[in-house]
Every structure is written in C-alpha cells, then in structure tokens.
Nanobody, 121 residues
Framework: QVQLVESGGGLVQPGGSLRLSCAAS????????MAWYRQAPGKERELVAM???????NYADSVKGRFTISRDNAKNTVYLQMNSLKPEDTAVYYC???????????????WGQGTQVTVSS
C-alpha cells in the first residue's frame, strides 16, 4: 500500500509564503514524476507544478516565478515553495506521484488527501 500525505497548508495574507510537503510511504520501489495540483471551488483540478526524477520541471503559467517544486529522494518527499501568494491561489492543493510499488509490474498514479491553502487579508 502506497500513501501520500500532504502538510503545510493554511491561511496566509496576500504576498506571503507557504511551503507544502508531501511524503510518500509504503511499499515503494521507485518514484518517477511527482506533482502538485490544485482545485479551487467551482473549478476543475489543474496542474500547478511537476518534477520528474531526472530533474525536469514544468509549471503552470500562473505560478511561474513564484512557486518552486523540489524533492528529497532520500525521504520520498516533494515540496512546493509558494511565494508572493495571491488570493487566486486559494484552493485545495493535492500531491500526485507516479510510483512503482514493490513487487508490482507497473507504476500507478497516487493522490494525497489534499491540503487547503487560503490567501486572504
């Protein structure tokens, strides 16, 4: 069983910063791509940032220059540093990992439970 657990969400004022963490645990053989998505009320879930195990990153245009995705492979953890936050960044943020479990033939996409980020004065 593989689990992704997010932490670090909360309430922050516009212009502030937050760092989200997502730790993968369980019977993991290897982790390929890890990513952060978000879903605001009444909107579809969208990709925020993605990081492959070779170091390639991809960001949504709306967060480029403000958000940074990184990972600690030794800890099976991915981070999202969010700076210069705006009210429109308010959403539930979900961690996503493309993971090969131990003893399985193929990799699967796993989701965390989500963490709320609210940007408001």
């Amino acid at each position: 069983q593989v689990q992704l657990v997010e932490s670090g969400g909360g309430l922050v004022q516009p212009g502030g910063s937050l760092r989200l963490s997502c730790a993968a645990s369980g019977n993991i053989f290897s982790i390929n791509t890890m990513a952060w998505y978000r879903q605001a009320p009444g909107k579809e879930r969208e990709l925020v940032a993605m990081l492959t195990n070779s170091g390639t990153t991809n960001y949504a245009d709306s967060v480029k220059g403000r958000f940074t995705i990184s990972r600690d492979n030794a800890k099976n953890t991915v981070y999202l540093q969010m700076n210069s936050l705006k009210p429109e960044d308010t959403a539930v943020y979900y961690c996503n990992g493309f993971i090969l479990p131990s003893g399985r033939a193929g990799a699967y996409r796993y989701w965390g439970q989500g963490t709320q980020v609210t940007v408001s004065s």
